[in-house]
């Protein structure tokens, strides 16, 4: 067990698809910066602990709702790398029919529900999801994921309202990068802990290291254990920061001062983070199991590559199918 009271499987876990994370957004860039991949990446590097560490504290039946910044979460919601980058390349077989960019991802079979390009409007789909959950009474949670520019629309705080007025099975959680494309946190609103919004609900407001899958993990776990239990919405404030550009066509600083890129560079590293950790918990012996994962994963990741490649391109006709779905496809 760790200081968090992990064990060494759950840790090895979180260390795995935090790397696959991590590697999958790098393949990513890299192959869209040496042209052989459409559609600029928005990536999540530095905030990989947030998706990973969140839907680790969940059972299979649960669902999640993904920013565009939550790729760790569908990753760890057990969706295939071949079958995420067949949808990253546009391919016919990708779940969305290779109409994905970022946002429109669904993958109603692994409890992925679609985002949404407009910021904080997958926020309201959450709690919809949420209210259909216990209507249903099928005892699932779900975990809403958005930026920090989210919280200051009004969708999320007409969401938050509702969850709490009908004390839904949902865990409301803050990736706050401290940015909202250029415009720092500081010039959208007048508070530092966005945490500190939830008590205008009546729902629990709670500040985790978004850093620290460890700690994001553990938080989550209450909150969904909460939400499980009938005791309705929490918000988790996950403080993080975007290392690239707000995607890959964007200067890389934005506006961002220097030495604040700098001081993040060193503190936002969940992927090296994780594996010190587990490496001083559990011993030296654990350091040859971390190289395997990172084994697997590299050739996971190439051969998810070649298989992308060699996929079909979508048809001209299927450019509208996939787009609302058809009542028997939702699994909720
Ligand atoms: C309603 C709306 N306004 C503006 C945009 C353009 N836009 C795309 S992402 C983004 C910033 C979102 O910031 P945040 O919620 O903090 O998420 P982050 O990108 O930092 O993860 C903006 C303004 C949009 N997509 N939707
Ligand atoms: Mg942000």
Known sequence: MNDNNIGLETSLSLYHYLYLTRRFEETLIHLYHSGQLRGHPHSSIGQEAIGVGAVQALLPEDMICPSLRSIGSILAKGVETK?????????????????????????????????????????????????????????????????????????FHEALNFASVFQLPIVFICENNLYALSTPQRKQMNIVDIALRAGSYGIPGIVADGCDVFDVYKKVQLSVDDARQGKGPSLIECKTYRLRAHSEIDPEDMGRPKDELEFWRERANPVRDCKDKIIQTFGEDTAHRLSEIEKEVDSDLSSAVEIAKSSPNPAPETATTKVFAEIDEVVI
């Not at 067949?86 to 290779?98: I, L």
């Not at 669904?106 to 959450?126: E, F, L, Q, R, Y």
């Open 83 to 155: 079958v995420l980058m067949c949808e990253a390349f546009r391919k016919a077989n990708g779940p969305s029919g290779g109409k994905w960019l970022y946002h429109h991802i669904c993958v109603p079979d692994k409890g992925v529900i679609i985002g949404s390009a407009v910021v904080a409007a997958s926020i309201p789909t959450a709690v919809g999801v949420a209210l259909a959950i216990k209507m249903r009474k099928t005892n699932q949670v779900v975990l809403s994921f958005f930026g920090d520019g989210a919280t200051s629309r009004g969708d």
